[in-house]
């Protein structure tokens, strides 16, 4: 089996993925820093794993950390290592740590933020508005960015101070360009912040998950410091990074099939297509990090080996032809059925799938709505990745906004 190497640089990543897909259900992969994984690129066969009990998450199984071959500033160590949380523990310890957060982001819950994601939304809008008419934005900074980051906040209670230092140093936990010399101090850096923020909350308790988690703990449930404080990051971290490359990736898709934008701005297609239809054909997530075989396991006509590092590429199972048909590689906001795994399956399924999706249902047509003109202020080619191998991540999104709704012709 030849072994595929992800590019650090990322790219070309719709390349990358064929050539995963190309390779087999179970592909073999060199991980940036000269890691070696296997990677499962199909549909079928991820939502198999992702539902095996001899797939696990307990980093200790792995041959490779038993060896000492994984250097503690391997600047993917925080997607390996993150430290004991809901993202790092099977079982009776995860379904306990899971079932806090889960209560949190059920479907009604997130339902009442709608009111303040739309305030948020608006209020970014206003902003947009604002800026010198005729010349590019940013749109990811400006906007895809700023939203997230307050919703998710605003849940967990992190107060917009510490904004500016957390997208400092989740920067440098994503990149795979992180120098290994900065890791470490990069790792425990986080891990001072959210001890901080934990403290806060600890002596000054509010109505947010954190609040609700230091008090789940004192209640007997059992949660440890270093629990609250790794699940605290994990939700920041993977609530915001989702939902910013959701609403880059749509507006992408819509500028590049101005034919199907046509139709959503006329209300033809309808935006839960569109937002299904992005998280499968461009999804957030290009590759999750990480599980490991406890034994030997059959995958397709491959066996994943007992002790070895398996990561799920979605970019490469979201255009599987098996699962998906002969057009899989084509954008189709009409597409049905549409059962995607975007925010993956089994028990560590996305908790905030629903929230993801709340926010960009409710920012992108309020988008639109404003700026029913909005297109790419350069070619789609032009369009860079950043150095993260986990997700689909644009460095930014110029666009020209064109007049707002009832502003001009």
């Known amino acids: ?97 899971r079932t806090l957060v889960a209560q949190a982001l ?26 010198p008419a005729g010349e590019p934005v940013d749109l990811k900074a400006e ?43 990069m790792m425990a850096d986080l891990g ?54 959701l609403i880059v990736n749509v507006v992408e898709a819509l500028a590049t099939h101005p034919e199907q934008r046509k139709k959503v701005l006329n209300g033809e297609i309808g935006w839960d ?20 075989a406890t034994e030997d396991i059959e995958v397709g006509d491959r066996v994943l080996p007992k002790g070895e590092g398996l990561i799920v590429s979605f970019g490469a199972l979201g255009r599987d032809e098996e699962q998906y048909g002969p057009t899989a590689g084509e954008f189709d906001a009409t597409r049905t059925p549409n059962r995607h795994i975007a925010f993956g399956h089994g028990p560590h399924v996305c908790p905030g799938a629903a929230l993801s999706r709340l926010e960009a249902g409710i920012a992108l047509p309020a988008l639109y709505e404003r700026f029913p003109e909005l297109d790419l202020a350069v070619p789609a080619s032009e369009l860079r990745n950043k150095p993260i191998v986990t997700q689909n991540d644009l460095h930014e999104l110029p666009v020209e906004l064109g007049c707002p709704f009832g502003h001009g012709s």
């Open 143 to 185: 906007f895809a960015y700023p939203l997230p980051m307050n919703v998710i906040s605003e849940l967990m209670g992190v107060d917009a101070a510490d904004h500016p230092r957390l997208k400092e140093l989740f920067e440098k936990f994503f990149s795979t360009q992180t120098p290994p010399e900065e890791v470490p101090q």
């Open 192 to 245: 001072t912040l959210f001890t901080k923020i934990v403290d806060s909350k600890r002596a000054n308790p509010g109505d947010d998950l954190t609040s609700a988690l230091i008090a789940a703990s004192e209640d007997g449930d059992h949660l440890s410091d270093e629990e609250i404080v790794n699940t605290l990051q994990l939700i920041i971290a993977a609530g915001h990074e989702t939902t910013i490359s």
């Open 1 to 97: 089996m030849t072994r595929i190497a992800l590019d650090p640089f990322v790219r070309d990543l719709d390349g990358e993925s064929a050539a995963l897909r190309a390779a087999g259900p179970l592909a073999e992969v060199e991980l940036p820093g000269g890691v070696h994984v296997y990677a499962v690129t199909r549909h079928a066969e991820a939502r198999a794993l992702l539902t095996d009990s001899r797939v696990v998450k307990d980093i200790n199984v792995w041959n490779a950390w038993q060896r000492g071959e994984i250097p503690m500033d391997w600047p993917l160590i925080g997607l390996a290592n993150p430290g004991r949380s809901m993202l790092t523990v099977d079982g009776a310890d995860h379904r306990r740590l």
């Open 273 to 292: 297509g569109v937002i299904e239809e992005t998280l499968r054909w461009n999804t957030p997530t290009s590759h999750v990090l990480i599980r490991f």
């Open 106 to 131: 059920t479907v009604k819950r997130v339902e009442r933020l709608r009111e303040g994601v739309e305030a948020l939304t608006n209020a970014s809008l206003e902003k947009l508005a604002a800026l």
